[in-house]
């Protein structure tokens, strides 16, 4: 039986993250993200696993970290100034090497911003929010079943490469009631290694390029865990060759499996003429704008990215051999717009839809814009 | 090889710390402990934030985790939490705990989660070159209080019976064997305990202040110490200058947070999940 229902984008994201059996979130209340908080301090005791709410959101990332390193599934879901207060401690993530899945529903900003209205501008501070070189995956999903796979693939992403993974959601799309087809268990597939039992201390020890088996306290040998860069046995060093391997360990771990973590959705791409990049809400505009030129004759796509970051740089180069005009549409006042003027060679016409007053573009004002390449 | 050795990691020696730092006494004073209560070294996960403080659990051979400033308990809220059966242990120093780490302290009290706290107070950010910290005691000379230190020092102890924490001591780092008696007391306690250590950084603190050297501020740490019936009998204005030594709070009856969370929380939900199940069922028929 398929089995359908309307829900939260907050709750959908929630319920797919028990599906990839999380079992632990300690979390802070914040507009718009609460709900998620809300659910899994119902549904997580049923299952008699652990919800905690903390005093604020580093203290809940720390709580976070402290059960990824006793081998829990964890998640915590905050806004724009928790997302903030959470840098410390996802840069500690990253350090460390641990398995984690934060939910960034972003509002209006800088500070307090606009709690209630929708905003794309922490796309930067997902990258590069926290201080120091680091490797990050960001997965950026638009419609109701991508909330909910995305999240799934957020979780094996975080366990497979042993790093903080963010979802970043929009405040409309969070917020939204939608149909959603529950996915049945056999088509969904989590990614779980275990720890195995652990007999040395060498647990940073591995090659550039491998990515990393998962670790945990309790599993036999005593371990050091360090927030300090630290050599293989996870010892503080800063002897400059050992700092270096583990920089670049750290990096690569990721950019070795671009293949396998970069995702993206093309529509109406094959013949088009102008490119649309766009995702989230404005991702969900654009598509109505495509719909609407192709009837008018006009032949436009969208590229809607689902892995923000890393950034779709190969899939792109590919494409702007071919399409010359390129309008990114986001709600910010220019960022992703930068990674593609990156991207994007000399003879491709770049302009840009921003805005960042809170309101989602309509389709209409999109296509507006794309009428404005000349013909 | 002593009993307590095995709980010591050899293989990180040295330490970083100073000739004479107390540090290395409350690091042995633990070790002692945990050989005395027979624990499994797989069983324990020592915390720790930044600081002086927060390079011991390096050398201790548990687990072990060295984290952010002013946020060990944090992380050992979510262990303890995930691993309720395992001993989590957070060593703090007064800067760490205090001033950044504020926050996290009085809301673990609150809880009374099954943390135990070892708190090195030695009044002076040791690690950043000796700054003064929210323990600093009034007066003294540190590297930003070049005129004399103008604001009053917490009360630990106050300020953690006023947050409810269940297990609240103090000890100093002169009287080795009491400390390990009283921090084998804490680990054996069931909720939230800190246990106070006065210690000295004569290198920092005692430097601007005529103790540079070990001697002379450990001698000054016995001459403010009092023992509880002595610190009775003083006036008011004779204890603020005085550090009673000896449990203050020992709560056995209130609930231990992870305990709480499995005899209430999870049965409720459990009931709960059992009655959505029985109105699902009553809708189908």
């Keep these: 039986m398929i089995k359908r229902q309307v829900l939260q984008g907050n709750i959908i994201v929630a319920k797919a993250a028990i599906d990839a059996k999380c079992d632990f ?45 006793s081998g829990r599934k964890v998640l915590t879901a905050t806004s724009g100034p928790g997302f903030s ?44 929010g926290t201080h120091g070189d680091h490797p990050i995956i960001a997965l950026y999903p638009a ?73 945990d306290f309790f599993k036999g040998y005593p371990i050091h865990i360090d927030g300090l860069e630290h050599d ?9 060759d050992t700092v270096q391997k583990m920089q670049t360990l750290r990096m690569q771990k990721i950019y070795h499996y671009l293949d396998e973590i970069v995702k993206f959705e093309e529509y109406e791409m094959d013949d088009a003429e102008i490119m649309l990049f766009s995702f989230g809400v404005s991702a969900r505009s654009a598509l109505a704008a495509v719909e609407m030129a192709r009837a008018e004759g006009i032949r436009a796509g969208l590229f809607q990215a689902l892995t923000i970051w890393p950034f779709p740089k190969k899939a792109l180069a590919e494409r702007f051999r071919r399409v010359k005009k390129v309008l990114t549409v986001e709600l910010n006042m220019g960022q992703a717009k930068y990674e593609i ?26 296509l507006a814009a794309i009428k404005e390449f000349p013909r | 090889m002593r009993d307590y050795e095995r709980y010591i990691r050899y293989r990180t020696f040295p330490t970083p710390w100073c000739p004479g730092c107390g540090d290395g006494t409350i690091l042995k004073s633990i070790a002692m402990a945990f050989a005395e209560l027979k624990y499994d070294a797989d069983d324990i996960v020592v915390v720790a934030g930044i600081g002086c403080s927060g390079r011991i659990p390096t050398f201790f051979n548990t687990n072990t985790l060295h984290t952010t400033h002013g946020r060990a308990l944090t992380f050992a809220t979510g262990i303890k939490l995930a691993q309720p059966d ?21 809301h673990a009290a609150r809880r009374n989660i099954g943390i135990k706290m070892i708190l090195i107070n030695n009044g002076i950010y040791g690690m950043t070159g000796g700054q003064v910290s929210p323990l600093t005691p009034q007066k003294f000379f540190t590297e930003t209080t070049p005129y004399g230190n103008i604001e009053p020092r917490f009360d630990v102890v106050d300020l953690l019976v006023a947050a409810k924490a ?20 804490s680990f054996q306690h069931r909720g939230f305990s800190v246990v106070e250590v006065i210690s000295n950084c004569h290198i920092n603190l005692g430097r601007k202040n005529r103790m540079k050297n070990p001697i002379d501020m450990t001698r000054w740490i016995a001459t403010k110490t009092v023992t509880q019936p002595e610190y009775d009998k003083l006036d008011p204005e004779a204890r603020r200058h005085k550090y009673p030594v000896g449990v203050f709070v020992e709560d056995k009856e209130r609930l231990e947070y992870t305990d709480l969370y499995y005899q209430h929380i999870v049965p409720a939900a459990k009931a709960e999940a059992e009655r959505e199940a029985a109105r699902r069922a009553g809708r189908k028929k």
């Design chain 1, 25 to 69: 979130f300690a979390g802070y209340p914040i507009t718009p993200s609460s709900e998620i908080a809300q659910y899994m301090s119902r549904e997580l005791p049923k299952l008699g696993k652990d919800f905690i709410q903390m005093e604020d959101e580093i203290a809940s990332l720390g709580a976070c970290i402290g059960a990824a390193l």
């Design chain 1, 85 to 128: 207060l959470m840098q410390e401690h996802l840069g500690m993530a990253v350090m460390a090497e641990i398995p984690l899945v934060i939910v960034n529903v972003m509002r209006g900003g800088p500070s307090t911003g606009m709690p209630t209205k929708p905003s794309q501008a922490d796309i930067m501070q997902a990258r590069w």
């Design chain 1, 143 to 215: 419609f109701a079943e991508q909330l909910y796979f995305e999240t799934i693939r957020a979780f094996n992403l975080s366990e497979k490469f042993w790093n903080p993974v963010i979802i970043l959601l929009d405040e409309v799309i969070a917020k939204a009631h939608e149909d959603l087809t529950i996915p049945r268990k056999k088509d969904i597939s989590v990614y779980w290694e275990k720890t195995k039992k652990i007999e040395d201390l060498n647990i940073y020890d591995r090659k550039i390029g491998q990515n990393p088996p998962r670790v």
């Design chain 1, 232 to 240: 293989k046995h996870g010892w503080p060093t800063t002897d400059p």
């Design chain 1, 341 to 366: 003027e990156r991207v994007a060679p000399d003879d491709v016409d770049k302009r840009a839809l921003l805005r960042a007053n809170g309101v989602p573009f309509t389709p209409a004002e999109v």
């Design chain 2, 86 to 106: 395992k001993h989590v242990i957070v060593i703090s120093g007064d800067g760490d705990a205090l001033a950044i780490g504020g926050n996290h302290l009085i």
């Design chain 2, 166 to 185: 269940s297990f609240v001591a103090r000890e100093t780092v002169n009287r080795l064997i009491p400390l390990k008696q009283v921090i084998k007391k």
